[in-house]
């Protein structure tokens, strides 16, 4: 009878070669793995991880180098010009800490040892003092991530690129949940209210809750800066996300007050009501007080799935809430465009089963390096602001609102009469001016701009046409 080849010595074998991208020859392997594993017992074991189709081999002789196998599958990412260094593989660049962490989560459930939630995990994190994200990254991405409005009020980068935003935040979160929506069927329901023919009405329902909760980070955020990563905006969030997709709807925006499970996973969250309602609102605190905002985010994807303080859509809060620190500093927002499915996967199971960041890291760097590539070509474009009409930008969203939804024509007269008090009279000749512009652009895409719900633009439109008024 064969002799039983333990499962943990070939993941041992399998996790030292994913320490080396490039592959690592065998009598550099046989040192690392040390005495206890003779030459000879360990090409049996290389030779077993190869027939599982767990490592693949390069070269030949005794220049041959062994490195584990590419994961596969059939997602239809549309790459032109970037350059990935995961070759051949639907994933992204890990580094060594995170290819670790790969290794372990591909593991049988059976073979992953089961865990519940680790509260030393959140204690021996310390604002500001303890950093998920080193000090060069932070720099790294705060360069990435400088707009032109850097100097402008809050939000004001993210209301520039609003149109975009909505649509590639709202596919792109939506994917990572198993969403079917292309990216040109999101923009056609987002833009012309046009649902997908052949989509279920819950993927409909997914997309239309992103486009919900975006806005309303980007056109409430000044209540958003003033209030920031509380207990009320990361409630008001899951009730846009989870709208119409739980069994119970008033679930919610609200905290969850039953046991949870995580599908794949052997991670099993805290089921306690009065105990999650207290990690939950220590985790915000705690989250509030990160400086850095690329650290709140990344803080942020950690340890709100981590927590699962809802009944479902976590993972799609956390993306969300991500964001709010980078949208109140005028950042580059993270969009997770082509972030492949199975990495973030593995990445939140590292964070669920082994309270390791490293894997999540890797996808959060690449996801945001990827974002600030799409914007940058909108970046180039951006006109830098105007004094003037930043300045005015309270009442120029005033008047706008007032003469649409009064239902007026938008002529001299009537946005003479609608300029709020706050305008100084040597302005207001000028100001009069940069509203009849807006109303030259005002199209159903931009209105949101200025707090207009499609219906109620279009109502005015047709008034307009027809002269009434």
Known sequence: MPKVVPPEELNYIAELIGRHSDGIGLAKLSQTVGPNISRRTLQRRLAELGKQGRIVT????????????????????????DTVRATGEIYVPVSSEGAAIKTYVRQALQQRRPVSYDLKFLEGYRPNETFYLPEALRSQLHSLGRSPAEQSAAGTFARDIMNRLLIDLSWASSRLEGNTYTRLDTERLIEFGQAAAGKDALETQMILNHKAAIEYLVLNVDQVDRVGVKTETILALHALLSDGLLQDPQAGGRVRSRAVEIGGSVYLPIALPQRLEELFGITLDMAAEIRDPFEQAFFLMVHLPYLQPFEDVNKRVSRLAANIPLIRFNLCPLSFIDVPQQAYIDAMIGVYELNRIELLRDVFVWAYERSCQQYVAVRQQLIPPDTFRLRYRAELTETVRAIVRSGR???????????????AAEDQARFLALILEEF??????????????????????????????
Do not use: C, M
């Not at 024509?409 to 305008?423: D, K």
């Not at 499609?454 to 002269?467: M, N, Q, Y």
């Open 409 to 423: 024509l938008a002529n001299e007269t009537a946005i003479r009469s609608a300029i709020p008090q706050s305008v």
């Open 58 to 81: 390069t070269g030949e002789a005794r220049a041959v180098k062994y490195r584990l196998a590419p994961i596969t599958g059939n997602l239809n990412v549309a790459e032109n010009s």
């Open 440 to 469: 030259k652009s005002l199209h159903n895409g931009n209105a949101i701009r200025f707090g207009l719900r499609p219906l109620e633009f279009d109502t005015w439109k047709r008034g307009s046409a027809s002269g009434s008024k």
